[in-house]
């Protein structure tokens, strides 16, 4: 199978994740113009809608949590603004409409409403059902990883420390002619705290758009071994594996990282091949 889902050039979905290609991550991008309304359905799924670009208004209602209604959010008109986005979770159960107030770009990322450990250390934490709520970009953690041409900037947007069944939610900005989720590191071991099991998905936007950027996703017996020329709005699945991206020289690279797996904590592994670049 291919890890390379092609995004299309026209209509509302931008690209969207094969129903069961993976067990615990969903994913689908929108695209929509002034007016255009999006009808939001969470089944037995959370799900983190984050306005990748464009202004909208988001109303609905979760069970037992009443109705929720944020109007008129988002202020950045491009994934490459250096700006957090605005974002919003929904628990399982939830239905939505997401209204456009401007052209909009809108990912909708999803995963299983509950897990193992949900119905012990969070739920103890945070209680049995989550609340919908608007994540706004002043509450998202920024940081800069890596040093010389491996530098890129990390947004979280809903990381393991804010509460969420199973669902991880980052974004990366990586500039022109360098390398990112690198050295080449994999989580698809469940052997904490030495690793997590996460599967994955790499939603990517270039600047300009008529670029690419490569990704590779490999295992260490090789029986994964994918190398793919990533063009604007490709996504890229990872079941399991390393899945390092390269830049070339004159683009910039987006991409919005979804993972979600048995237990909610994000501990990778790097691959020893590799690691010594950590010493540099």
């Not at 931008?14 to 994913?27: A, I, R, S």
């Not at 986005?85 to 239905?95: D, E, K, T």
């Amino acid at each position: 199978m291919s890890l390379l889902v092609k995004s299309n050039a026209r209509g509302r979905t931008m690209v969207e994740l094969g129903k069961g290609e993976l067990e615990y991550v969903g994913f689908a991008a929108y695209r929509l113009s002034l007016g255009e309304t999006l009808p939001i359905c969470a089944g037995d799924k959370e799900l983190c809608l984050v306005l990748l670009s464009g202004r909208v208004s988001i109303k609905g209602e979760a069970p037992g949590q009443g109705a929720f209604d944020w109007d008129n959010i988002g202020d950045r008109q491009s994934v490459f603004e250096d700006k957090s986005p605005f974002a919003a979770y929904l628990p399982p159960g939830s239905q939505a409409q997401v209204v456009a107030l401007s052209d909009v770009q809108i990912a909708v990322c999803a995963a299983p409403g509950f897990t193992t450990e949900a119905k012990s250390e969070k739920i103890a934490a945070f209680g049995s059902s989550y609340s919908p709520r608007l994540i706004k970009p002043d509450s998202m953690k920024r940081s800069v990883r890596g040093k010389g041409a491996n530098t890129r900037y990390v947004c979280d947007i809903l990381p393991d420390t804010e509460p969420a069944h199973s669902l991880l939610v980052v974004e990366v900005r990586t500039p022109s002619g360098h390398s990112s989720s690198y050295p080449p590191h994999k989580h698809d071991t469940d052997d904490l705290p030495h690793q997590s099991f996460l599967e994955e998905t790499y939603y990517h936007q270039v600047n300009p758009p008529q670029g690419f950027v490569f990704q590779r996703v490999y295992t260490d017996d090789r029986s994964i071994d994918q190398a793919m020329a990533v063009e604007n709005s490709d996504l890229v699945v990872v079941p399991k594996g390393y899945h390092p991206v390269s830049v070339p020289y004159g683009y910039e690279s987006y991409y919005l990282n979804v993972m979600a797996g048995p237990k909610r904590v994000w501990q990778f592994h790097n691959d020893p091949q590799h690691s010594w670049l950590l010493d540099l």
